[in-house]
């Protein structure tokens, strides 16, 4: 999170917040209202340090809850004075970064006529496919929950099971569930030159990054490519308040800030991972 505030070149730090219940727990609306008023007091504790908003498993209408008992919350629905969901942001960037990837691989930002697989169907995920669709890629999803198959239909896009998605022959496959996913088993049965997407973690390891680099496949690093949503989130916490429209400017900035990783990339015979945590580096110390 450091580094995504940093790259993005944002007056941020760096945190997540993690609420945990034990195994087995049938979390009922009024446990999970009492969980997330837990949580409230722990960031309300820290007196500002650390802001919270919206992430993996939570809502706007969870952060309506928080705010009952902190101020130091993100992310309310714009009728309260906040950002509103920040996924559509996250998704935005997300585009954006598909698009300078395919800029760097092939010649062309264009969408048009390429395969694309989006796996995790998510708030982020999903609205991913549906800008994939629009901007006229042939588009095939993957989601552990077959009640999203139906999004398939919508689209016009292809259903694949989740244990052969990450493997389809595709010209950029698109993670966005979960993290870890590309290690020293799968990485050698990938069959995508393009790999750009929302979740967090991507990587086994960070010598993960080499071995994609050493197969020529050109790897957009995730905290880059998944900073939408607290660009979006920094705009509403600045001075002059919350503008939609510079937020939507601001991501796709992100466009910009992985076509100078990639040129430094391939300029220093180095990977994206490693120029994008050099830039990180550099701008932490400017501060």
Known sequence: MTYKAAVADLSLGGGKGVIM???GTHLTSRRRRDALLDFADTVDAVQGRYITAEDVGTSSRD????????????????????????SPLTALGVETAI????AQAFGS????????CVIGLGHVGSRVARRCTRGGANVMISDLD???RGLADELGARWVTPSRALFMDVDVLVPC?????FDDLTVPKLRCPVIAGA???????EVIGDVLSARGILWAPDFVVNAGGIINISVELSPDGYSPATARQRVRGIGDTLAEIFSASARNGTTPLAE????????????
């Open 21 to 23: 219940v034990p195994p």
């Open 63 to 86: 952060m309506h809850v928080i705010a009952e008992r902190t101020g130091h919350v993100a992310g309310l629905a714009r009728r309260r004075g906040g950002s509103g969901d920040p």
């Open 99 to 102: 698009r300078a990837a395919c």
């Open 109 to 116: 930002p264009s969408l048009k006529g390429r395969s694309v």
């Open 146 to 148: 077959r009640g999203k």
């Open 177 to 181: 569930a979960l993290g870890g996913v």
């Open 199 to 205: 979740a967090n973690n991507q990587l086994a390891g």
């Open 276 to 287: 994008a945590m050099a830039l990180a580096r550099r701008r932490l110390r400017e501060r």
